[in-house]
């Protein structure tokens, strides 16, 4: 069953004296229930237009973004708080997406009073507590604020603070890019166990190949606007058959410095010949 | 001829780098904050590098690789520095300010992460290629020759005409491309690049790369190439330092280290990298964080996370010795007093 769903979604932004930028042409993007799907692309491909209307920020300017068999553009009311909770973002950056003027408390927990899910402030410190221990913190960071935690130890706090209203769908935004690499598997364990034990979606939004195959079971991937490959990521990422596919997988870097030198040797003779 | 008593004379001599060095850092250490309450950034750093070499220092967010670089080229004046940075020569923390305007950017280029930053919003491209000739006093007409020539060579299309461009009318590969002309423009010897394609997509990454790769060698250029990511460092380099809590721990040949990597730190890096080439069902993680510098454990600042620690790793910081794939390596697993060989 399809969780996520783009049909046909086309979004074209126009500005005086230029041309219309057309930065979505006709997306196809299925998320099943209970997956992580990876959509990979590079700036300017078009992953964040597609964020942004799944967020309900921007209005596509033709097909349809649902959520749940809700279209989530005409979304309003009742109907538009569920989408709000069950939907939660992690984005890139958790140093300038966590409020600096919040303790860990406020932060893991806004939501939880928002959405009336905790009946007072007493409960919610329980609550926050719960979800910081599950994520790999303690009770002891409750009171403190984001800029004393380390870059893996904010994204951990932006992980809590997203699964603490219990959404059915989690989209991260390049959620590891920033990181250390020794981190970065940290978090990446972390979002794994999380899916696991939790049973939420995930679209995993990435420009390293290695991250998706490792977490991903489908992959999508987008170039200027465009789907231009789909599938289970073992195929698409063991035998890519676009080629835009296949320059990306051929510029990942190798940890392997016999096969990384073949490689260099390799293009540096294709421009001479 | 060689005494036991090793006054400083003597000691300084023996340090003295063979003249085939072009950089030689002995004993750097790095302190900043107040007298009463100060932090050891970096401690008892040493470096060879010879012209043309390429090594990549390698670490995580505050493992000193940055400050180190930082420090080669005196960019914090705040910091105290103590031990020597020998150049072509010269101990680099014995010129003053002048002088030291000579060597940078002039001698040693340096190239950033984040090209936007590096570059000023207000001034064309140009401008800023040209900025460290006209700086030294080259006229007008043969620094513009020079920009032109230099942003060719790293494959900017129509530089004449892109010269005249602003900084936000490039991509970000282009914009890292004339930060590395900006660095390249003056001829230096050595460039030192701090983590130049983290902020970069992966096939940009891998033109930059090619890029520094193909100049450097038709230059016979030096690069000091600092960067948390291993995989960038596989193809590039020669040989890597690896750093953790503001100290060498790890120092080996390219190769050796990626078929052997000596130290347990080294080990648990590269075994944190998600391979294309391979999936396992789960990445291997080092656990826990890095000390802060305030707070470094007692003994082996990595004992805390390492997983082959022993009761001695605890109480005594190892030194650095030979290791047993001709690199350095500070570990007791490799000591005297430990056991013979490392697992």
Same mark, same amino acid.
């Given at each position: 069953?399809?969780?996520?769903?783009?049909?046909?979604?086309?979004?074209?932004?126009? *500005?005086?004296?230029?041309? %219309?930028?057309?930065?979505?042409?006709?997306?196809?993007?299925?998320?099943?229930?209970?997956?992580?799907?990876?959509?990979?692309?590079?700036? =300017?491909? =078009?992953?964040?237009?597609?964020?942004?209307?799944?967020?309900?920020?921007?209005?596509?300017?033709?097909?349809?973004?649902?959520?749940?068999?809700?279209?989530?553009?005409?979304?309003?009311?009742?109907?538009?708080?569920?989408?709000?909770?069950?939907?939660?973002?992690?984005?890139?950056?958790?140093?300038?997406?966590?409020? %600096?003027?919040?303790?860990?408390? $406020?932060?893991?927990?806004?939501?939880?009073?928002?959405?009336?899910?905790?009946?007072?402030? *007493? $409960?919610?410190?329980?609550?926050?507590?719960?979800?910081?221990?599950?994520?790999?913190?303690?009770?002891?960071?409750?009171?403190?604020?984001?800029?004393?935690?380390?870059?893996?130890?904010?994204?951990?706090?932006?992980?809590?603070?997203?699964?603490?209203?219990?959404?059915?769908?989690?989209?991260?935004?390049?959620?590891?890019?920033?990181?250390?690499?020794?981190?970065?598997?940290?978090?990446?364990?972390?979002?794994?166990?999380?899916?696991?034990?939790?049973?939420?979606?995930?679209?995993?939004? *990435?420009?390293?190949?290695?991250?998706?195959?490792?977490?991903?079971?489908?992959?999508?991937?987008?170039?200027?606007? $465009?789907?231009?490959?789909?599938? %289970?990521?073992?195929?698409?990422?063991?035998?890519?058959?676009?080629?835009?596919?296949?320059?990306?997988?051929?510029?990942?870097?190798?940890?392997?410095?016999?096969?990384?030198?073949?490689?260099?040797?390799?293009?540096?003779?294709?421009?001479?010949? | 001829?060689?005494?036991?008593?090793?006054?400083?004379?003597?000691?300084?001599?023996?340090?003295?780098?063979?003249?085939?060095?072009?950089?030689?850092? /002995?004993?750097?250490?790095?302190? @900043?904050?107040?007298?009463?309450?100060?932090?050891?950034?970096?401690?008892?750093?040493?470096?060879?590098?010879?012209?043309?070499?390429?090594?990549?220092?390698?670490?995580?967010?505050?493992?000193?690789?940055?400050?180190?670089?930082?420090?080669?080229?005196?960019?914090?004046?705040?910091?105290?520095?103590?031990?020597?940075?020998?150049?072509?020569?010269?101990?680099?923390?014995?010129?003053?300010?002048?002088?030291?305007?000579?060597? /940078?950017?002039?001698?040693?280029?340096?190239?950033?992460?984040?090209?936007?930053?590096?570059?000023?919003?207000? &001034?064309?491209?140009?401008?800023?290629?040209? +900025?460290?000739?006209?700086?030294?006093?080259?006229?007008?007409?043969?620094?513009?020759?020079? #920009?032109?020539?230099?942003?060719?060579?790293?494959?900017?299309?129509?530089?004449?005409?892109?010269?005249?461009?602003?900084?936000?009318?490039?991509?970000?590969? &282009?914009?890292? /491309?004339?930060?590395?002309?900006?660095?390249?423009?003056?001829?230096?010897?050595?460039?030192?690049?701090?983590?130049?394609?983290?902020?970069?997509?992966?096939?940009?990454?891998?033109?930059?790369?090619?890029? &520094?790769?193909?100049?450097?060698?038709? /230059?016979?250029?030096?690069?000091?190439?600092?960067?948390?990511?291993?995989?960038?460092? @596989?193809?590039?380099?020669?040989?890597? #330092?690896? &750093?953790?809590?503001?100290?060498?721990?790890? +120092?080996?040949?390219?190769? !050796?280290?990626?078929?052997?990597?000596?130290?347990?730190?080294?080990?648990?890096?590269?075994?944190?990298?998600?391979?294309?080439?391979?999936?396992?069902?789960?990445?291997?993680?080092?656990?826990?964080?890095?000390?802060?510098?305030?707070?470094?454990?007692?003994?082996?600042?990595?004992?805390?996370?390492?997983?082959?620690?022993?009761?001695?790793?605890?109480?005594?910081?190892?030194?650095?010795?030979?290791?047993?794939?001709?690199?350095?390596? !500070?570990?007791?697993?490799?000591? !005297?007093?430990?056991?013979?060989?490392?697992?």
């Amino acid at each position: 069953m399809s969780l996520l769903e783009l049909r046909d979604v086309c979004k074209t932004f126009h *500005a005086l004296g230029r041309e %219309p930028v057309k930065a979505l042409r006709d997306v196809n993007l299925t998320v099943e229930a209970g997956t992580i799907t990876g959509l990979v692309g590079e700036s =300017g491909s =078009g992953k964040t237009t597609i964020i942004k209307s799944i967020m309900g920020l921007e209005r596509p300017t033709s097909g349809t973004v649902t959520y749940d068999g809700i279209n989530i553009p005409e979304a309003k009311g009742e109907t538009l708080k569920r989408i709000r909770r069950e939907v939660q973002f992690v984005f890139q950056d958790p140093t300038s997406s966590l409020n %600096p003027r919040m303790t860990v408390e $406020q932060l893991v927990g806004e939501g939880l009073l928002v959405h009336k899910l905790v009946a007072g402030k *007493a $409960q919610r410190r329980e609550r926050v507590a719960e979800l910081l221990t599950m994520v790999g913190l303690s009770d002891r960071d409750l009171d403190r604020y984001p800029r004393s935690f380390s870059g893996g130890q904010r994204q951990r706090i932006a992980i809590a603070r997203a699964l603490a209203v219990g959404p059915k769908l989690l989209v991260c935004d390049e959620p590891v890019s920033a990181l250390d690499v020794s981190v970065q598997a940290q978090v990446l364990n972390l979002l794994q166990d999380m899916q696991e034990e939790l049973g939420f979606t995930v679209l995993f939004i *990435a420009h390293d190949l290695a991250v998706v195959r490792q977490i991903c079971s489908r992959v999508a991937v987008i170039q200027l606007g $465009q789907i231009v490959e789909e599938g %289970p990521s073992e195929d698409v990422l063991a035998a890519p058959s676009h080629p835009y596919t296949q320059a990306l997988l051929a510029a990942v870097p190798t940890p392997n410095p016999a096969v990384a030198r073949a490689r260099a040797l390799a293009r540096l003779q294709e421009k001479v010949a | 001829m060689k005494t036991m008593t090793n006054t400083p004379a003597q000691k300084d001599a023996e340090r003295r780098p063979d003249p085939g060095t072009l950089l030689s850092v /002995r004993d750097l250490t790095i302190e @900043a904050g107040s007298k009463e309450l100060s932090v050891r950034l970096v401690d008892h750093f040493s470096l060879d590098m010879a012209p043309g070499d390429r090594v990549a220092l390698v670490g995580e967010s505050g493992s000193g690789k940055s400050v180190t670089a930082r420090a080669i080229m005196r960019l914090d004046p705040d910091f105290r520095l103590s031990g020597t940075v020998d150049f072509e020569g010269q101990d680099l923390l014995k010129l003053n300010e002048k002088q030291m305007v000579a060597v /940078r950017g002039h001698k040693i280029g340096m190239v950033f992460q984040d090209p936007m930053g590096a570059l000023n919003p207000l &001034m064309t491209i140009g401008e800023q290629v040209m +900025e460290p000739l006209r700086i030294s006093g080259v006229s007008r007409a043969e620094s513009e020759r020079r #920009a032109k020539s230099v942003l060719e060579e790293l494959g900017v299309a129509n530089a004449e005409s892109r010269m005249k461009a602003y900084p936000h009318e490039f991509s970000g590969g &282009m914009r890292q /491309r004339v930060v590395l002309a900006m660095a390249l423009i003056s001829d230096p010897s050595l460039i030192i690049a701090d983590e130049p394609t983290t902020a970069l997509d992966v096939r940009v990454q891998e033109q930059v790369l090619t890029l &520094m790769d193909k100049v450097s060698k038709e /230059r016979g250029l030096a690069v000091l190439l600092i960067t948390h990511d291993l995989g960038t460092v @596989a193809g590039f380099t020669d040989r890597v #330092a690896v &750093m953790y809590s503001g100290r060498k721990v790890d +120092e080996a040949s390219v190769d !050796a280290l990626f078929s052997n990597p000596a130290h347990p730190y080294t080990q648990g890096l590269l075994q944190a990298v998600p391979r294309i080439d391979q999936t396992v069902p789960r990445l291997l993680t080092i656990p826990g964080a890095p000390p802060h510098p305030l707070n470094r454990p007692t003994g082996c600042a990595f004992s805390p996370r390492c997983p082959f620690a022993f009761d001695l790793c605890l109480v005594e910081s190892p030194e650095l010795r030979p290791s047993p794939e001709g690199g350095v390596v !500070a570990c007791h697993l490799y000591g !005297a007093s430990g056991k013979d060989e490392g697992s």
